[in-house]
Protein backbone atom coordinates (compact mmCIF):
# COMPACT_ATOMS: atom_id res chain seq x y z
CA UNK A 1 0.00 0.00 0.00
CA UNK A 2 1.10 3.56 -0.88
CA UNK A 3 2.38 6.11 1.92
CA UNK A 4 0.15 9.21 2.63
CA UNK A 5 1.99 12.45 2.84
CA UNK A 6 0.23 15.37 4.08
CA UNK A 7 1.53 18.91 1.79
CA UNK A 8 0.59 21.76 4.60
CA UNK A 9 1.67 25.11 2.60
CA UNK A 10 0.30 28.24 1.36
CA UNK A 11 2.33 28.29 -1.96
CA UNK A 12 -0.03 26.20 -4.51
CA UNK A 13 2.75 26.43 -6.99
CA UNK A 14 5.14 24.24 -4.87
CA UNK A 15 2.43 21.89 -3.70
CA UNK A 16 1.78 20.96 -7.24
CA UNK A 17 5.34 20.20 -8.43
CA UNK A 18 6.12 18.27 -4.99
CA UNK A 19 2.54 16.41 -5.77
CA UNK A 20 3.82 15.91 -9.28
CA UNK A 21 7.09 14.56 -7.87
CA UNK A 22 5.69 12.58 -5.11
CA UNK A 23 3.14 10.65 -7.36
CA UNK A 24 5.63 9.89 -9.51
CA UNK A 25 7.42 8.15 -6.95
CA UNK A 26 4.29 6.09 -5.66
CA UNK A 27 3.38 8.64 -3.03
CA UNK A 28 -0.58 9.51 -2.25
CA UNK A 29 -0.42 13.12 -1.43
CA UNK A 30 -2.90 15.53 0.31
CA UNK A 31 -2.85 18.91 0.76
CA UNK A 32 -3.93 21.96 3.19
CA UNK A 33 -3.09 25.27 2.42
CA UNK A 34 -3.17 26.53 5.96
CA UNK A 35 -2.53 24.72 9.79
CA UNK A 36 -5.92 24.61 10.24
CA UNK A 37 -7.06 22.52 7.75
CA UNK A 38 -3.78 20.72 7.56
CA UNK A 39 -4.31 19.79 11.24
CA UNK A 40 -7.94 18.31 10.47
CA UNK A 41 -6.85 16.09 7.81
CA UNK A 42 -4.20 15.01 9.97
CA UNK A 43 -6.57 14.06 12.89
CA UNK A 44 -8.93 12.87 9.89
CA UNK A 45 -6.68 11.06 7.33
CA UNK A 46 -3.77 9.91 9.20
CA UNK A 47 -1.12 10.26 7.15
CA UNK A 48 2.30 8.33 7.29
CA UNK A 49 4.48 12.02 6.65
CA UNK A 50 3.77 15.48 6.84
CA UNK A 51 5.93 18.49 4.93
CA UNK A 52 5.13 21.67 7.01
CA UNK A 53 5.55 24.61 5.95
CA UNK A 54 6.52 27.61 8.68
CA UNK A 55 5.10 30.70 7.23
CA UNK A 56 1.75 30.72 6.19
CA UNK A 57 -1.31 32.78 7.61
CA UNK A 58 1.09 33.98 10.24
CA UNK A 59 5.00 33.77 10.47
CA UNK A 60 5.30 30.61 13.00
CA UNK A 61 2.23 28.51 11.96
CA UNK A 62 3.87 25.97 11.21
CA UNK A 63 5.72 25.62 14.17
CA UNK A 64 2.37 26.16 15.61
CA UNK A 65 1.01 23.31 13.85
CA UNK A 66 4.06 21.34 14.86
CA UNK A 67 3.46 21.37 18.58
CA UNK A 68 0.20 20.71 17.97
CA UNK A 69 0.46 17.09 16.29
CA UNK A 70 3.57 16.37 18.74
CA UNK A 71 1.29 17.21 21.87
CA UNK A 72 -1.92 14.78 20.57
CA UNK A 73 -0.79 11.19 21.29
CA UNK A 74 -2.74 9.48 18.54
CA UNK A 75 -0.93 11.51 15.86
CA UNK A 76 2.61 12.78 17.81
CA UNK A 77 4.54 10.28 16.19
CA UNK A 78 3.82 11.02 12.61
CA UNK A 79 7.33 12.47 10.89
CA UNK A 80 7.02 16.20 10.14
CA UNK A 81 9.66 17.59 7.49
CA UNK A 82 9.79 21.39 7.82
CA UNK A 83 10.36 22.77 4.45
CA UNK A 84 10.71 26.58 4.71
CA UNK A 85 12.35 29.91 3.10
CA UNK A 86 11.91 31.31 6.71
CA UNK A 87 15.58 32.52 6.80
CA UNK A 88 15.62 33.73 3.07
CA UNK A 89 12.23 35.59 4.42
CA UNK A 90 13.24 36.47 7.89
CA UNK A 91 17.03 35.95 8.18
CA UNK A 92 16.30 34.21 11.34
CA UNK A 93 18.55 31.21 11.59
CA UNK A 94 17.30 27.82 12.93
CA UNK A 95 19.71 25.60 14.08
CA UNK A 96 18.11 22.27 11.96
CA UNK A 97 19.72 19.70 14.37
CA UNK A 98 17.87 22.02 17.75
CA UNK A 99 16.46 19.23 19.89
CA UNK A 100 13.49 22.15 21.20
CA UNK A 101 12.20 22.15 17.46
CA UNK A 102 9.15 19.66 17.00
CA UNK A 103 10.37 18.19 13.87
CA UNK A 104 12.44 15.19 12.09
CA UNK A 105 13.99 17.51 9.87
CA UNK A 106 14.30 21.37 8.90
CA UNK A 107 14.89 22.09 5.20
CA UNK A 108 15.57 25.02 4.09
CA UNK A 109 13.54 25.84 0.49
CA UNK A 110 14.71 25.68 -2.45
CA UNK A 111 14.98 21.90 -2.30
CA UNK A 112 15.94 19.32 -4.94
CA UNK A 113 13.98 16.71 -5.52
CA UNK A 114 16.08 13.76 -4.68
CA UNK A 115 17.38 15.58 -1.65
CA UNK A 116 13.78 15.37 -0.63
CA UNK A 117 12.75 12.20 -1.45
CA UNK A 118 15.82 10.85 0.72
CA UNK A 119 14.80 12.35 3.47
CA UNK A 120 10.75 10.94 2.81
CA UNK A 121 12.76 7.17 2.69
CA UNK A 122 14.23 8.18 5.57
CA UNK A 123 11.37 8.08 7.82
CA UNK A 124 9.18 5.73 5.32
CA UNK A 125 11.43 3.16 3.21
CA UNK A 126 11.69 3.11 -0.25
CA UNK A 127 8.01 3.33 -2.05
CA UNK A 128 7.67 1.39 -5.19
Do not use: C, W
Given at each position: ??H??L??D?????????????????Y????????????S?I???????????V????????F??????R???K?A?????M????????G????????????????E??V?PN???A?I????GK?T
Amino acid sequence: MAHKILIIDDDIDLVEVLRIVLENHGYVVIDAQDGERGYSLIEREKPDLVILDVMMRTEDEGFVIAEKIRSTPKIADIPIIMLTAVVQQTGYQYNKDDETLPVNEFIEKPVMPNTLLAYIEKYLGKNT
